[in-house]
């Protein structure tokens, strides 16, 4: 049975745009880079993030073919999340629009690197969620 997650990694065509964007929105600190060396299957840089310091694995490589909605979710608070938009876009990253939500189960930013990634920062909890969805619908929620 698994334990916890272990780490993400990301194939990027530029190690320092990446950098940039983990550094600049998530507040990431970049703790190893290989340098020329090749200890993996190419260059790569390590990150760690959040408080519970999430290893972020970054390594060099072909980029997605395109975008897609699979993604990764960062969890921020909600008083955040103005100032956690601002930073995405003050490094121009193409910004998606959150899919329709019901009140109560957190706001979300999406947003994509260059090489097609995903990436969400997220105010709330799974177990908002899931009470929100258990309860009955309002006038409020969007209609599916």
Same mark, same amino acid.
């Given at each position: ?6 780490? $993400? ?15 600049g929105v998530l507040g990431a ?40 909605? #699979? ?5 921020? @608070? ?10 995405? #876009? @003050?490094?121009?990253?193409s910004v998606k629009e959150s ?16 090489? #097609?990634? $995903? ?26």
């Amino acid at each position: 049975m698994i334990s916890g997650l272990s780490h $993400m990694t990301f194939v990027v065509r530029d190690l320092d745009r990446l950098e940039t964007i983990l550094t600049g929105v998530l507040g990431a600190r970049r703790v190893y880079d290989s340098g020329d060396d090749t200890f993996s299957v190419s260059r790569e840089r390590f990150f760690l993030a959040g408080d519970d310091e999430i290893w972020i694995a970054v390594m060099e490589g072909e980029p997605l073919p395109s975008r897609t909605y #699979n993604h990764i979710a960062f969890k921020i @608070a909600d008083a955040d999340y103005d100032s956690c938009l601002a930073r995405v #876009n @003050a490094l121009e990253l193409s910004v998606k629009e959150s899919r329709p939500r019901v009140a109560g189960e957190g706001r979300s930013i999406y947003f994509y690197d260059d090489d #097609n990634h $995903m990436f969400e920062l997220h105010t709330g909890t799974l177990d908002e969620r899931l009470r929100r969805y258990a309860a009955p619908p309002t006038k409020t929620d969007p209609v599916s």
